[in-house]
């Protein structure tokens, strides 16, 4: 068997590497698990750990990515298993390739980004101010829903009527239609000080007017009719007024459509600590 590459679909700057046909694998830390390995507590199947700067994640530098695979050096004694001593490698420490099934308990990656010389200062001066911003959204966010998704639906208790789901854009969203509504139970942790932040697509047609509750009790009356006229993704942030939250640790968020309109489509709802 031979080392060889295969590219991420529509990421081709991210590649596996395979021998034969296995999938190789490589343990990046045992730190910080906690909340990353399920139990059998309520939301214990959620993955809530800390997450690491995608940034920092090791990344290969190769002008000729057809010479990954040769510069693989296989460790005596221990079968499918390899170290990259002459592959050049950012955010590395002595990493071993080996079987992906091998792996558990443990920070892995499977999928490497390889770029030229030049590509990977380019990608450093893009992404950082991208994962900065990102990482710092994460710490504000107290719970987080995607709309249209089985799971993180059953996991927030989703209550619907007239509701539709469907996904654009890679991403999932859900809307209600003439008076219908949907429903999610989202968790507060007792905070008073949050907001609410909706993603909308910007180039919605027909009628958008809609009305979005806190525990029926209505937060604010949208209209998002011809609101934007943009092809690309909006993020509105509600703040939520402390009187709506007080003494609470979960509270229902509810979109209802008014009647010949549409409520959303939503992409996804997040609950903010505010700044």
């Known amino acids: 068997m031979r080392n060889t590459l295969e590219h991420l679909t529509n990421a081709p700057e991210y590649v596996a590497l395979?021998?034969?046909?296995?999938?190789?694998?490589?343990?990046?830390?045992?730190?910080?698990?906690?909340?990353?390995?399920?139990?059998?507590?309520?939301?214990?199947?959620?993955?809530?750990?800390?997450?690491?700067?995608?940034?920092?994640?090791?990344?290969?530098?190769?002008?000729?990515l057809d010479k990954i695979g040769t510069k693989l050096v296989p460790i005596k004694g221990k079968p499918l298993s390899f170290t990259a001593p002459n592959l050049k490698m950012v955010n590395s420490s002595n990493l071993v390739l080996e079987p992906f099934y091998r792996i558990h308990d443990a920070r892995y990656m499977m999928y490497w980004m390889a770029l030229t010389g030049t590509k990977y200062q380019s990608y450093l001066d893009s992404i950082a101010g991208l994962e900065k911003e990102k990482l710092a959204l994460q710490k504000r966010t107290l719970d987080f829903v995607a709309p249209g998704e089985q799971q993180p639906e059953v996991d927030h208790a989703l209550q619907s009527e007239q509701s539709r789901k469907?996904?654009?854009?890679?991403?999932?969203?859900?809307?209600?239609?003439?008076?219908?509504?949907f429903?999610?139970?989202?968790?507060?942790?007792?905070?008073?000080?949050l907001s609410l932040r909706v993603r909308y697509w910007g180039a919605e047609w027909g009628n958008r007017k809609f009305d979005i509750y806190i525990d029926e009790e209505k937060l604010i009356s949208e209209n998002n009719t011809g609101r934007w006229h943009q092809s690309q993704f909006q993020d509105i942030d509600y703040a939520i007024p402390a009187s709506m939250l007080q003494g609470k640790t979960r509270i229902r968020v509810k979109f209802q459509a008014q009647a010949q309109n549409t409520a959303g489509a939503v992409y996804y709802l997040r609950l903010l600590r505010k700044n």
């Not at 059998?40 to 690491?52: K, N, P, Q």
């Not at 429903?183 to 000080?193: F, I, K, L, P």
């Open 18 to 64: 395979l021998h034969g046909p296995i999938l190789l694998g490589a343990k990046t830390g045992t730190e910080g698990l906690k909340g990353l390995i399920a139990d059998d507590s309520r939301w214990g199947h959620i993955a809530s750990g800390e997450r690491l700067p995608i940034d920092q994640a090791p990344i290969i530098i190769e002008d000729d």
């Open 166 to 181: 469907g996904s654009f854009m890679d991403e999932f969203w859900r809307d209600a239609n003439n008076g219908g509504y």
């Open 183 to 193: 429903s999610y139970q989202m968790a507060t942790n007792g905070e008073t000080n």
